[in-house]
């Protein structure tokens, strides 16, 4: 038995027979986009939920397979018109939103990581605050490794949330932070009848905010155990 092997799929000018063939191309660009897909992937939140759509993808990678390797990739390359188009319908409107629904979470895992070199008390000012700084007036502050940038106007989590807590008309009130930005929040409970300050600790929970918690828990898992409580 001899099977015929043809680097990628095209038109030969010749009658089209359902006998298999190999098509080594397809294969190696297929493993190229699996591998692509994989390498983005691999580092994203493991939730259930990002799990699941990391599946979805790879069922956008087999439908590109399926519609690039024999039998649709020959039948559309010089057969038949309405392949061709199934085949770029299949492969604009099916694989590629299943591909990119797949790749959400890790990227938007990737873009919410941080990567400045350090805290404030490692990095210092550097070059970067000051260029900031000088930037059109904007007002850095440094965060937990992150370097906030703000226009010069008086507004923070403070001022928003003294906004909320006006306009809801409330006496009481629990702020929840993590950051050296959330002193400022924790500020703007000071008028009122009952104000609670939970400090969500951690190994990079900022001093700062810990010393003027009222309560400080464990992480997320400590913050939803105080609500529970509530």
């Not at 009952?194 to 905010?209: F, I, R, T, Y």
Request: hydrophobic residues 50%.
């Amino acid at each position: 038995m001899v099977t015929q092997v043809q680097w990628w799929c095209s038109a030969q000018g010749t009658r089209w027979s359902w006998k298999w063939r190999a098509y080594p191309g397809i294969w190696l660009v297929v493993l190229g986009i699996a591998a692509g897909y994989w390498a983005l992937t691999r580092r994203g939140p493991r939730t259930p939920q990002a799990l699941r759509r990391r599946w979805i993808g790879w069922v956008g990678v087999a439908i590109v397979w399926l519609a690039l390797d024999w039998p649709v990739g020959p039948l559309a390359a010089g057969y038949l018109a309405s392949a061709h188009a199934v085949q770029f319908l299949v492969l604009t409107m099916v694989a590629s939103p299943l591909i990119l629904l797949g790749l959400e979470p890790a990227l938007a895992f990737e873009l919410s990581q941080d990567h400045l070199v350090g805290p404030p008390d490692d990095v210092g000012d550097d070059g970067q605050t000051s260029a900031v700084r000088h930037a059109e007036n904007l007002v850095p502050r440094w965060g937990r490794m992150v370097l906030e940038v703000r226009p010069p106007v008086e507004a923070d989590k403070g001022t928003a949330v003294a906004a909320l807590v006006g306009r809801a008309g409330v006496r009481r009130a629990l702020y929840a932070g993590d950051d050296t930005t959330d002193v400022d929040a924790f500020a703007a409970l000071d008028g009122l009848d009952l104000g609670v300050k939970v400090a969500v600790g951690s190994a990079e929970a900022p001093p700062a905010l810990v010393a003027v918690a009222d309560l400080v828990v464990e992480g997320t898992d400590g913050m939803l155990e105080l609500l529970r409580k509530l």
